[in-house]
């Protein structure tokens, strides 16, 4: 059984940082790909970063150069630093994974940005 389960998210005020975190379960899962994806209020939901087994990464470009993901295959884990936070990253962030052709997706963490 497939279960991802985000931490991390809160309120901070424009410029600040966070960090994300994302606890899979299943050793099955320790190698693949894991990504973060978004979903702003009345906006459809986002990738904002992937990272493949051996540590590659992708970005969107609204994020690179602030948001950083990488992953501890030991622990089954996955995180998303994010730095200086703007008002439109705002959102709930969710984890995902793709099995066999199947998302899985965490419950969300919510992110606030106060201006």
């Known amino acids: 059984q497939v279960s991802l389960v985000e931490s991390g998210g809160g309120l901070v005020q424009a410029g600040g940082s966070l960090t994300l975190s994302c606890a899979a379960s299943?050793?099955?899962?320790?190698?693949?790909?894991k990504a973060w994806y978004r979903q702003g209020s009345g906006k459809q939901r986002e990738l904002v970063a992937s990272i493949t087994g051996d540590g590659s990464t992708n970005y969107a470009v609204s994020v690179k150069g602030r948001f950083t993901i990488s992953r501890d295959n030991a622990k089954n884990m996955v995180y998303l630093q994010m730095n200086s936070l703007k008002t439109e990253d705002e959102a709930v962030y969710y984890c995902?994974?793709?099995?066999?052709?199947?998302?899985?997706w965490g419950q969300g963490t919510q992110v606030a940005v106060s201006s």
């Open positions: 995902n994974i793709n099995l066999g052709g199947k998302n899985y």
């Open positions: 299943g050793s099955i899962l320790r190698l693949i790909p």
